[in-house]
């Protein structure tokens, strides 16, 4: 069984930064790649961030893109999501999850049902 703990999400005003972490257990934590996905209150989730096995490749929603940084420690089974210039329409809850392989193609990488397990997420909310 895969466990995936986020944490260090939180209240920021509009320009700040926060840096979220997912610690993954149960599972050989280098063998997949890893994804960030995020739901905004009433709206469905959608696809943030991913990383491959390595940490080599990784990948951004337009949304995001230039403004957050994915990232993985596969010695600590971790993976990061550093996220700068923060905007109100970044506040959302943050989910981290394992890919069912270790370099996502382009048509599965932001596909939830190509994730196999994910956390319980971690808010976010940035203030205008």
């Given at each position: 069984q895969?466990?995936?703990?986020e944490s260090?999400?939180?209240l920021?005003q509009?320009?700040?930064?926060?840096?979220?972490?997912?610690?993954a257990?149960?599972?050989?934590f280098s063998?997949?790649?890893m994804?960030?996905?995020?739901?905004?209150?009433?709206?469905?989730?959608?696809?943030v961030?991913?990383?491959?096995?390595?940490?080599?490749t990784?990948y951004?929603?337009?949304?995001?893109k230039g403004?957050?940084?994915?990232s993985?420690?596969?010695?600590?089974n971790?993976?990061?999501?550093?996220m700068?210039?923060?905007?109100?329409?970044?506040?959302?809850?943050?989910?981290?999850a394992?890919h069912?392989?270790?370099?996502p193609?382009?048509?599965?990488?932001?596909?939830?049902?190509?994730?196999?397990?994910?956390?319980?997420?971690?808010?976010?909310?940035?203030?205008?």
């Open positions: 895969v466990q995936l703990v260090g999400g939180g920021v509009a320009g700040g930064s926060l840096r979220l972490s997912c610690a257990s149960g599972r050989t063998n997949y790649a994804g960030w996905f995020r739901q905004p209150p009433g709206k469905e989730r959608e696809f961030a991913a990383i491959s096995w390595s940490g080599g990784t951004y929603a337009n949304s995001v403004r957050f940084t994915i993985r420690d596969n010695a600590k971790t993976v990061y999501l550093q700068n210039s923060l905007k109100p329409e970044d506040t959302a809850v943050f989910y981290c394992v069912k392989t270790k370099i193609a382009y048509d599965t990488r932001e596909r939830q049902d190509e994730y196999d397990y994910w956390g319980q997420g971690t808010q976010v909310t940035v203030s205008s």
